[in-house]
């Protein structure tokens, strides 16, 4: 099965810094990578596919970038709203589908 | 609007079933593969099954095949899972979510979760 890590396990900011998520694989995915906010008592919600793909409704400032192992989530300027678990799943080893632990992003 | 219902969660004892229910509206049910993706208590998510668009064809990981079965109603808009042999590590909560078109493709909605509980 392909592992993949996410890093830190939480991530302080301040409103307005700029913040990246790591998800590394355990081995080449290609772009195969998608991203998922999950607020507090929420459902996830798809923010990025395929490592760099928009998604329409999602905030201009949430981008994605990486291939093959290494994968980043990126929010421009955090927002209160931004506040959640965000998790990596990948889709290149479909029908089997993982998902990294998941990164918490809080205040500071 | 897209919109995901799960329902049919509660409390069962080790060992026995329970049907999960998902009703889907706002698109075309029977032209999407849906799945069924769990989060434990620790917050970890786990994709549980999955069923092509038609039916025909389904997935499952090791951790579920045999225990679990999804299926569908297109005619209902209707998303299946049933479980049985539950063990405590089934505990969770259970979303259904749709899946684009193609194999490769992310979950693009995901309901509101029903919550399973195994435990005597």
């Known amino acids: 099965d392909i592992l993949l890590t996410q890093s830190p396990a939480i991530l302080s900011v301040s409103p307005g810094e700029r913040v990246s998520f790591s998800c590394r694989a355990s081995q080449s995915i290609g772009t195969s990578i998608h991203w998922y906010q999950q607020r507090t008592n929420g459902s996830p919600r798809l923010l990025i596919k395929y490592a760099s793909e928009s998604i329409s409704g999602i905030p201009s400032r949430f981008s994605g970038s990486g291939s093959g192992t290494d994968f980043t989530l990126s929010i421009n300027s955090v927002e209160s709203e931004d506040i959640a678990d965000y998790y990596c799943q990948q889709s290149n080893s479909w029908p089997t589908l993982t998902f990294g632990a998941g990164t918490k992003l809080e205040l500071k | 609007e897209v919109m995901l219902v799960e329902s049919g969660g509660g409390l069962v004892k080790p060992g026995g079933s329970l049907k999960l229910s998902c009703a889907a509206s706002?698109?075309?049910?029977?032209?999407?593969?849906m799945s069924w993706v769990r989060q434990t208590p620790e917050k970890r998510l786990e994709w549980v099954a999955t069923?092509?668009?038609?039916?025909?064809?389904?997935y499952y990981p090791d951790s579920v095949k045999g225990r679990f079965t999804i299926s569908r109603d297109n005619a209902k808009n209707t998303l299946y899972l049933q479980m049985s042999s539950l063990r405590s590590e089934d505990t969770a909560m259970y979303y259904c979510a749709r899946r684009g078109y193609g194999n490769y493709v992310p979950m693009d909605y995901w309901g509101q979760g029903t919550s399973v509980t195994v435990s005597s």
């Open positions: 069923i092509s668009s038609g039916g025909s064809y389904t």
């Open positions: 706002g698109f075309t049910f029977s032209s999407y593969a």
